[in-house]
């Protein structure tokens, strides 16, 4: 049973002061103190710990890998998304099936987890009154160093659990140091040093950034030149020599996701308005390559952090990029993401030249689809997730129920007789499963096949029990569900699935780390 009390939900039985609090203290991830698991629900020992049956790994061949950014970790282990084209793909294998789950109580979430070159943790940990950055043992997740952050702005962001802003994103560089944006308006490069962190660099660009505004993210260009993106819609660059800022304004548009960028110096980033592709200039600064208005309803959807497309740009291939766009319904959409498209060897007989659009496909249904995370994208496949009803406030940790709906769309050559005004190809919905994935980024496994998301099936008892699922790929058949926990401490509020490089999973929750191998 669930009972509220000083507005925070709490479950009957548990022990879960911290976890409702989420912002309890550093000291919860000092290192030497002992590993706590996150208390789970009194109740949820009627839960099934395993549904289903254990994989048979199939490899999804054909598929082209994303190049490694230079300035990255190694692809798998640099960010939230994988790589710099935030594929959120894997070549490494995930869970087959039943384990022993664990976890770590930090009353903060664990959600953007990235690994250096030893295979241990390197994670941002959020809660409501800072970040701290960590590094984790791999296995046990007894915390090796800690190091807290600026507090959050939190007047200025909004609601807290939908502000990614200060720590939300950062990425793991080629030397096992993180890149960090702050809540101050810096941006750090701290290194791993003996039994702590040391900061390398640090960035202040808090004269180019407005008191009530947050930096989102910050990547990599191919050239090492950094780039970040502000929920304002500023867009800049950071000379890693002088540490020259140079930035530029999108006028009346907010961005609320991070953006993706590509070997040929691409930074492609979505408004709450259109998707950009953007360059550097002779002198570094960031410079328009082109904007696509995308279809919009005007309507913040429930499930979203803003009225906007709620996706991070995902690069398919050498020549394609992929969002979905804020239509009722929505739609996953496929652009050209070359600088500037060719000529057209010859003009339409009414006079127009081909596109940006490759193909665009609708999913989910009118009134009940949205997303706010990224896509699972492959050279010609898409995975999409519903994120529609899914609402948290402190109110209700647990989120509100969210519509099922989980998509794959291919993109497909048109038989030469059904092609019209040169739209070579289609947009074509797979399979669609009915998995309730409230505000996970999926991810895929390349190397056997399935792709994982974070499920909260209904039930009629009330609790709140959390799975790791995996679904076939190839038909989106569910092959198991793999409890996580049960109780708002195993919320994961828009954290994503990680693969680690042995294989293990890991999801970030409201209450800490989750870890199943």
């Known amino acids: 049973?669930?009972?509220?009390?000083c507005g925070v939900m709490i479950v009957t039985g548990a022990v879960l002061a911290a976890v409702a609090a989420w912002a309890g203290p550093a000291a919860a991830q000092t290192p030497g103190l002992p590993v706590l698991p996150i208390p789970g629900d009194a109740l949820g020992g009627s839960v099934a710990p395993f549904e289903g049956s254990a994989a048979t790994p199939a490899h999804v061949g054909g598929m082209t890998q994303p190049p490694r950014n230079p300035f990255m970790a190694p692809n798998g282990r640099s960010n939230i998304h994988d790589d710099a084209y935030m594929t959120d793909t894997y070549a490494v294998t995930g869970p087959l099936g039943d384990g022993p789950a664990s976890s770590t109580?930090?009353?903060?979430?664990?959600?953007?987890?990235?690994?250096?070159?030893?295979?241990?943790i390197v994670t941002i940990c959020v809660g409501l009154d800072r970040p701290v950055l960590a590094l984790l043992d791999p296995h046990s997740l007894a915390v090796l160093a800690a190091m807290p952050l600026p507090i959050r702005n939190l007047g200025a962001g909004g609601n807290p659990f939908t502000d990614f802003s200060g720590g939300g994103y950062f990425y793991l560089d080629q030397h096992d140091r993180a890149a960090i944006s702050t809540n101050?308006?810096?941006v750090l490069v701290v290194s791993e040093s003996g039994p702590?962190?040391?900061?390398?660099?640090?960035?202040?660009l808090s004269a180019k950034i407005p008191a009530a505004d947050g930096i989102v993210s910050v990547l990599p260009d191919w050239n090492g030149r950094l780039w970040f993106v502000t929920r304002g819609g500023l867009v800049g660059t950071i000379e890693r020599g002088d540490?020259?800022?140079?930035?530029?304004?999108?006028?009346?548009?907010?961005?609320?996701?991070?953006?993706?960028?590509?070997?040929?110096?691409?930074?492609?980033?979505?408004?709450?308005?259109?998707?950009?592709?953007?360059?550097?200039?002779?002198?570094?600064?960031?410079?328009?390559?082109?904007?696509?208005?995308?279809?919009?309803?005007?309507?913040?959807?429930?499930?979203?952090?803003?009225?906007?497309?709620?996706?991070t740009p995902t690069l398919m291939g050498r020549k394609w990029v992929a969002i979905t766009d804020n239509a009722d319904p929505m739609d996953v959409v496929v652009y050209r993401r070359a600088r500037v498209l060719p000529k057209p060897k010859k003009k339409h007989k009414r006079g127009k030249a081909k596109g940006r659009l490759i193909c665009s496909a609708q999913v989910f249904g009118q009134g009940a689809g949205s997303t706010d995370n990224s896509l699972i994208g492959t050279n010609r496949s898409l995975v999409v997730e519903n994120n529609y009803g899914y609402v948290i406030?402190?109110?209700?940790?647990?989120?509100?129920?969210?519509?099922?709906?989980?998509?794959?769309?291919d993109v497909v050559k048109k038989k030469a007789r059904h092609r019209r005004r040169k739209k070579r190809f289609r947009c074509r919905t797979v399979w669609t499963s009915n998995e309730r994935s409230p505000s996970?980024?999926?991810?895929?496994?390349?190397?056997?096949?399935l792709v994982y998301a974070y499920t909260k099936?209904?039930?009629?008892?009330?609790?709140?029990?959390?799975?790791?699922?995996?679904?076939?790929?190839?038909t989106g058949r569910t092959v198991y569900r793999r409890l996580a926990g049960t109780g708002f401490g195993f919320n994961n509020n828009y954290a994503p699935v990680t693969l680690g490089p042995d294989g293990t999973a890991y999801v970030g929750v409201l209450g800490g780390l989750v870890e199943l191998p």
């Not at 109110?395 to 509100?400: E, F, K, M, S, T």
């Open 440 to 449: 996970v980024v999926p991810k895929l496994s390349l190397a056997n096949g």
């Open 457 to 474: 099936p209904p039930r009629t008892d009330g609790l709140d029990a959390w799975y790791l699922t995996a679904l076939d790929f190839r």
């Open 196 to 204: 702590g962190f040391a900061v390398d660099h640090d960035y202040d």
């Open 1 to 5: 049973m669930r009972h509220r009390a």
């Open 105 to 120: 109580l930090f009353s903060r979430e664990c959600a953007s987890i990235t690994f250096d070159s030893q295979g241990r």
């Open 184 to 186: 101050d308006h810096h």
């Open 243 to 311: 540490g020259t800022v140079r930035a530029m304004k999108l006028a009346g548009e907010g961005i609320s996701n991070s953006f993706a960028v590509d070997e040929t110096g691409g930074v492609f980033l979505v408004s709450d308005e259109a998707l950009y592709r953007v360059d550097a200039d002779s002198k570094g600064a960031p410079t328009v390559s082109w904007r696509v208005v995308y279809p919009n309803s005007g309507v913040h959807k429930p499930g979203q952090s803003d009225a906007g497309s709620g996706t």
């Open 393 to 409: 406030s402190a109110g209700d940790l647990g989120g509100a129920e969210s519509v099922p709906g989980i998509t794959r769309v």
